[in-house]
């Protein structure tokens, strides 16, 4: 079973940026596309990044377009989420999920097998 374990949140002012990271252990980390959700207070989960299995294919959510990259390090089994530009808006709990679907639609929730528990950005205005 994979286990995913994120870090890199904390408080940040709009404007500033933040790098989120996801450690993968348990499976063949190149097997996996990757993905970053999020959650704010009261709303439903959202999809933020995708990322293929061998990094060549990434899929971002409108919201995040221009601001956001995410990576993958296939050698240390880590994904990065690298936030620029920060907003409010981009407040939540966010989530690195993996999922081995051949022909992955990032944006499926139901694409991940795998979550980690979330790791909390707060962006102050």
């Known amino acids: 079973q994979a286990q995913l374990v994120e870090s890199g949140g904390g408080l940040v002012q709009a404007g500033g940026s933040l790098r989120l990271s996801c450690a993968a252990s348990g499976r063949t980390f190149r097997n996996y596309n990757m993905a970053w959700f999020r959650q704010a207070p009261g709303k439903d989960r959202e999809f933020v990044a995708g990322?293929?299995?061998?990094?060549?294919?990434?899929s971002l959510a409108a919201s995040v377009k221009g601001r956001f990259t995410i990576s993958r390090d296939n050698a240390g089994n880590t994904v990065w989420l690298q936030m620029n530009s920060l907003k409010p808006e981009d407040t939540g709990v966010y989530y690195c999920a993996s999922g081995g679907s051949l022909y992955p639609n990032y944006a499926d929730q139901h694409e991940y097998a795998y979550w980690g528990q979330g790791t909390q950005v707060t962006v102050s205005s």
């Open positions: 990322i293929s299995r061998g990094g060549e294919t990434t």
